[in-house]
């Protein structure tokens, strides 16, 4: 298939891209570097040994994005672009709500009139808001508690609505838990801008003497170390789980949730411990205050993406940290100082 990554520069979207040139799938990105660099896609490249083509732009430039689907002959859409840090969209809503809802409308647009009616879309585990229990099920209450969540929450009902208003449309909706860890080459990985939010960009930040201490925000959870419980999953099985949800789009048409998870949970201090044991350097630690939004305990239950989609996380917590440390200890200032050029004009 000739596929569109919106998003194809960022940490997920380049490992989607290597796979999907891998399966022998054409590609076209579609990225704005908002948050992403293009030396990933260059990376990509290299890896896969197969060309594609990039076009950097927004999807808030409506002419631009109809343009993408004028110049290629579309099959399907992997719809990664977007803001994600929660703590950022609870401070800049709007900029979540245009950059996320409107963008999605954009797409969702162009697509219609160019007839593309098979979507993966990337959502997240966030759309659970505090789980009344684990594993969490697709069916399991919906209750986003930030803008970032709402936000994907929204794209989903809206897809809801365009596949019940053309049921020729085929919709996979992706809930990504913890997505850590990279491609096992190293050269291509989490590259956060600033100081990360999220765990593991943090810990392999302090494993190469970028900071100096992990900060453990809250050991008071109701969990069996007082620290918080996530389900983290191997960026790799993440974007096999692209692949996988793309072939059932080429089968049947239809909407369907799938939760991407491995189905265990584990707790910051366990990932702390195991990171240590992969890669031989030590973490100091201090523990503060929970952080405002954090929930307990979240991870998944991923029997449904087993079922239909033929999918299963298959890498271990310890590959995860091993990769996610051979990332940065070869790129200790990620993409930053390099700057190779590799966009299309339209
Ligand atoms: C994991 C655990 C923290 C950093 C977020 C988004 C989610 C998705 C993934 C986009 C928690 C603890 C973290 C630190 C810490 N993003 N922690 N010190 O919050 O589960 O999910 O990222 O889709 O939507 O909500 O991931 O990695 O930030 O936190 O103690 O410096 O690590 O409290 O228990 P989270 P995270």
């Given at each position: 298939m000739k596929v569109l990554v919106t998003g194809g520069a960022g940490y997920i979207g380049s490992h989607i891209c290597v796979q999907l040139l891998e399966a022998g799938h054409e590609l076209v990105v579609l990225d704005n570097l908002s948050n992403s660099n293009?030396?990933?896609?260059?990376?990509?490249?290299?890896?896969?040994?197969?060309?594609?083509?990039?076009?950097?732009?927004?999807?808030?430039?409506?002419?631009?994005?109809?343009?993408?689907?004028?110049?290629?002959?579309?099959?399907?859409v992997v719809h990664l672009a977007g803001s994600k840090a929660v703590g950022e969209s609870v401070s800049f809503p709007l900029d979540y709500y245009r950059n996320n809802v409107a963008g999605t409308l954009v797409l969702c647009e162009a697509m219609s009139r160019a007839g593309v009616r098979r979507l993966v879309f990337s959502s997240s585990a966030t759309v659970y808001g505090k789980p009344d229990k684990c594993p969490i099920h697709e069916q399991s209450p919906l209750r986003a508690n930030n803008p970032y969540g709402r936000s994907k929450l929204m794209i989903e009902d809206i897809l809801h609505d365009l596949h019940a208003s053309d049921p020729r449309w085929s919709i996979a909706v992706l809930r990504y838990f913890n997505p850590i860890g990279a491609h096992r080459s190293g050269l291509i990985g989490e590259d956060p801008k600033g100081e990360p939010n999220n765990l593991l960009p943090y810990i392999t930040q302090v494993a190469i003497g970028q900071r100096d201490k992990l900060i453990i925000f809250g050991n008071d959870y109701p969990t069996p170390d007082g620290t918080g419980i996530r389900d983290y999953i191997h960026v790799e099985d993440l974007a096999c789980g692209h692949l996988k949800a793309l072939e059932k789009l080429g089968r049947q048409t239809g909407i369907a949730a799938y939760n991407l998870g491995t189905g265990k949970?584990?707790?910051?201090?366990?990932?702390?411990?195991?990171?240590e044991r992969a890669t031989g350097r030590h973490i100091p630690l201090q523990f503060a205050d929970r952080r405002p939004g954090d929930v307990a305990e979240s991870y998944a239950y991923p029997g449904k993406a087993k079922l239909e989609l033929?999918?299963?996380?298959?890498?271990?917590?310890?590959?995860?940290?091993?990769?996610?440390?051979?990332?940065?200890s070869l790129n200790p200032y990620g993409y930053l100082d390099v700057h190779r050029s590799y966009a299309n004009t339209l």
């Open positions: 293009e030396e990933a896609l260059i990376r990509v490249k290299e890896l896969a040994g197969r060309d594609f083509t990039f076009y950097q732009i927004s999807l808030q430039d409506r002419n631009a994005v109809e343009r993408v689907f004028q110049k290629n002959e579309l099959d399907a949970g584990y707790s910051v201090l366990d990932i702390v411990r195991v990171f033929d999918w299963a996380a298959i890498r271990g917590i310890e590959e995860m940290c091993a990769d996610a440390w051979r990332w940065q």
